[in-house]
């Protein structure tokens, strides 16, 4: 049983950071790409930011220069740096690997329960 779950959310003010991680657990062969949903109230659920397991990133516009994905490979771990928040960005934020569970020789899309960003004043 291979599992996601997020840590990090919060409320913060305007202009605040936080600090999303999720980690991958589980019987797992290999993670392949790594990344960031978000869906506000309302609103259909996007793509933020990803990361293959070579490193490459690719963001949202509404993010770049103020959010960064990263991953630990050896932890099965991907973070999510966000600076300049803005109210906009609150969400409930998901995160999402394509990976191959242990022994199944076939990728499979999962995803964790959610975290809660709410930035407001």
């Known amino acids: 049983q291979v599992q996601l779950v997020e840590s990090g959310g919060g409320l913060v003010q305007p202009g605040g950071s936080l600090r999303l991680s999720c980690a991958a657990s589980?019987?797992?062969?290999?993670?392949?790409?790594m990344g960031w949903y978000r869906q506000a109230p309302g609103k259909e659920r996007e793509l933020v930011a990803r990361i293959t397991s070579g490193g490459s990133a690719n963001y949202t516009d509404s993010v770049k220069g103020r959010f960064t994905i990263s991953r630990d490979n050896a932890k099965n771990t991907v973070y999510l740096q966000m600076n300049s928040l803005k109210p906009e960005d609150t969400a409930l934020y998901y995160c999402n690997a394509d990976l191959a569970p242990r022994g199944s020789g076939v990728m499979f899309d999962y995803w964790g329960q959610g975290t809660q960003v709410t930035v407001s004043s």
């Open positions: 589980g019987s797992i062969f290999k993670i392949y790409v």
